[in-house]
């Protein structure tokens, strides 16, 4: 998923200007946003798990 939100990071910005001419900004910020904090969730669920011995 990390990897994911930094692709998808470098791909808004080297296209930011596109982007922005078509109003579409917001939404991409807003994309990008969610999945870092689905990452974020996940990796926090997986340390959660590690630290019940579920893993």
């Given at each position: ?34 999945l ?20």
């Amino acid at each position: 998923m990390y990897i994911a939100f930094i692709v998808l990071s470098v791909f808004v910005l080297i296209h930011m200007d596109g982007i922005r001419e078509i109003n579409q900004l917001g939404m991409w910020i807003a994309l990008l946003l969610l999945l870092l904090l689905t990452a974020l969730f996940g990796t926090f669920r997986i340390l959660a798990w590690i630290r019940e011995g579920k893993m």
